[in-house]
């Protein structure tokens, strides 16, 4: 199929919205065609580009006033070819709305005899330009990429005092020329140097400019200065690339200054900038002591110490011997504490459950005369619960009621006993 075709004999319909067709008649003979795609750049070899997404209009017209048969034929990318928009006249135009991809092509407008236009549809790059540094020996390779845009942009690499243009530029893979590789010496590079790559594209046409940076680090690392283990037992010790950019190489270092490699006795990994060394089957006379953690990038060495050391006792286990013991110890003292006070919190409950009542009868005629002579007859009956409070303890004692005549005049007293 054609570009945007939904079968023979009709014109281009993916991201066609609207199509015109127009022929004109004339009188006049002649052989000559001019084929018109506007709006549309012509390149050296005659090829002509239009942009993704824009509005393109194709005319075909001969200088004859003839009447003849005008075609319009296509032929896609795949090498197939289409017949489509047969006029009589001496003229031919349709429109494409929203070219896309699939519009590309070989486009061929013949009668007697035929002209054909190649047309390419550019697209600018998705999004900003990507950065990012990579080291190799004693040289920086900076790697600018910008992808997914038809034809493949092109890069100015710089800093501070230079520009590296086409000149000065190392391409990667085959097929990957959407990405610039800038190859810079070492020696020519220090801490916190700034490059930058700009981008360009004949389809971009926003304002912002399509660059991206990359900042130039010394490494430094970073680790646990001590680690301890127990003897027989794996110790892996860790050290990870703080800073660094390129990204660092971390190296492992024996006091002897050999470097460690990955045996039967060490494991060596490395994930991104962390590096992790694994000690299996520990020694305390064979593996305590110093190892080094070796941060290297073409802008600097960083080295850091980390000291290994072994205990021979299980401390663990004795911790919780002294734990257990202790929460014996805390259970007798409470238990002994209760047993001793037992009767405070029994005669306490009892004291709560038990009451005290109290009852008065008086009997007066005048409680104005008896509060003068005090010579009205009083009767008093109480019974009453004492309680009283000794050490703590309280007792509870049942007492009789009594009649009080302690306050009768005296001369009834005596009349009463005699």
């Not at 110790?235 to 990955?262: D, V, Y």
């Not at 008065?360 to 009956?381: M, N, P, Q």
Request: hydrophobic share 30%; aromatic share 8%.
């Amino acid at each position: 199929m054609g570009p945007g075709r939904t079968g023979p004999g009709h014109l281009p319909a993916a991201a066609v919205l609207g199509l015109t067709l127009c022929a004109l008649l004339g009188a006049v003979d002649a052989e000559e065609f001019t084929i018109t795609i506007t709006p549309g750049e012509t390149l050296p070899n005659g090829t002509i580009y239009v942009i993704k997404h824009s509005k393109v209009s194709f005319n075909c017209s001969r200088s004859s006033q003839q009447k003849s048969n005008i075609s319009w034929n296509y032929i896609g990318p795949d090498s197939r070819q289409e017949t489509f928009a047969n006029v009589e006249g001496t003229y031919s135009e349709f429109t494409l709305f929203n070219v896309g991809s699939d519009n590309q092509g070989n486009y061929t407008c013949s009668t007697n005899g035929s002209v054909t236009k190649e047309v390419l549809v550019y697209h600018p790059p998705e999004g900003p330009p990507l950065c990012h540094a990579e080291s190799s020996d004693n040289d920086v390779h900076l790697f600018c990429s910008w992808t997914e845009g038809y034809p493949h942009p092109t890069f100015v690499w710089s800093n501070a005092t230079w520009n590296f243009g086409s000149d000065d530029q190392t391409h990667g893979q085959p097929g990957l020329n959407d990405t610039m590789v800038l190859q810079v010496k070492g020696s020519e590079t220090h801490d916190g140097q700034i490059f930058k790559c700009v981008g360009s594209h004949v389809a971009y046409e926003q304002r912002m400019e399509p660059s991206c940076s990359l900042l130039l680090k010394a490494p430094l690392p970073e680790t646990q200065p001590l680690v301890t283990g127990f003897e027989g037992k794996n110790i892996t010790l860790t050290c990870r690339a703080k800073e660094g950019n390129p990204p660092p190489k971390l190296t492992w270092i024996r006091n002897n200054k050999t470097e460690i490699f990955t045996n039967r006795k060490y494991i060596v990994l490395q994930e991104g900038i962390t590096s992790l060394l694994t000690i299996q089957r520990t020694f305390k006379a064979q593996d305590e002591g110093r190892y080094i953690c070796k941060c290297e990038n073409p802008l600097g060495i960083k080295e850091i110490e980390i000291w290994v050391s072994f205990n021979n006792k299980n401390i663990s286990g004795l911790v919780g011997v002294i734990a257990v013991l202790a929460l014996l110890c805390i259970a007798a003292i409470l238990g002994i504490f209760l047993y001793r006070h037992r009767n405070l919190f029994i005669t306490r409950r009892r004291f709560w459950q038990s009451g005290s009542n109290v009852f008065t009868l008086v009997d007066s005629e005048e409680e104005e005369e008896f509060a003068d002579e005090g010579s009205s007859g009083i009767t008093s009956v109480v019974n009453h619960q004492s309680a009283e409070s000794m050490n703590g303890h309280v007792f509870v004692e049942d007492t009789p009621p009594k009649i009080y005549n302690d306050r009768l005049p005296s001369e009834e007293r005596n009349e009463t006993d005699v």
